[in-house]
């Protein structure tokens, strides 16, 4: 019964699953127009726009930005900023099933926009979005030690010039911390993220 309840809930928030959606994160930074792909991660499509449908991305924040320079400790090495609730659980949904890159057919390539994770199937609100093609984020790559990768949704088509102007935020502060973060990575000024809503 509750994946009868949890498709129906995909196909009224998508429509048709062939569909590409467009949704525009506005931060003040400046604006990030994405585009998902319900046709190929499902599941994970759903997770996001329920978010946003919610509003609980309203008053979240790109937090941790991870360039060359700030993981020394990591022998590979990425190019992602991460946003989403932090460490609010309070708003939260229950984390969603992994849909790797093996079973999407999707790549992180530059502006790929990605779940974040701790553990396999742990996936809830982070979300991260790519800078430069990053390989090693696929299933079967080397950045997280379980090689299960992490589950590629969307992709930035509007907006790149203010992911990187946010990468390029000075980073290294004693603030809180998550699975998915350290100090070294996170922006001593995190960068408000004021709405986001799916386009018409």
């Known amino acids: 019964m509750k994946y009868l309840v949890f498709w129906a809930f995909l196909f009224a928030k998508l429509g048709s699953p062939a569909t590409a959606q467009q949704v525009k994160i506005e931060t003040e930074a400046g604006p990030i127009v994405v585009e998902l792909y319900p046709d190929k991660a499902p599941g994970t499509v759903a997770n996001f726009l329920r978010y946003v449908t919610d509003k609980r991305y309203d008053g979240a924040r790109f937090y941790r930005v991870v360039r060359l320079d700030n993981q020394a400790t990591s022998p590979v090495k990425i190019e992602v900023i991460q946003g989403g609730l932090g460490t609010d659980s309070t708003r939260m949904f229950p984390p969603i ?5 093996q079973k999407t057919g999707l790549k992180h390539l530059d502006g ?5 994770r701790g553990l396999p199937n742990s996936g809830a609100s ?6 430069n093609p990053q390989p090693e984020l696929d299933f079967g790559g080397k950045r997280n030690p379980d090689g299960q990768g992490f589950a590629a949704f969307g992709k930035v088509i509007s907006g790149m010039d203010v992911v990187r102007k946010i990468q390029a935020g000075e980073t290294g502060q004693p603030g809180p911390t998550s699975a998915y973060s350290n100090p070294l990575q996170l922006l001593r000024k995190p960068v408000l993220i004021s709405t986001v809503r799916q386009l018409p």
Not at 97 to 101: G, I, K, N, P, V
């Open 97 to 101: 099933a992994q849909e790797t890159t």
């Open 112 to 116: 790929t926009l990605s779940m974040a």
């Open 126 to 131: 982070e979300f991260f979005i790519c800078i």
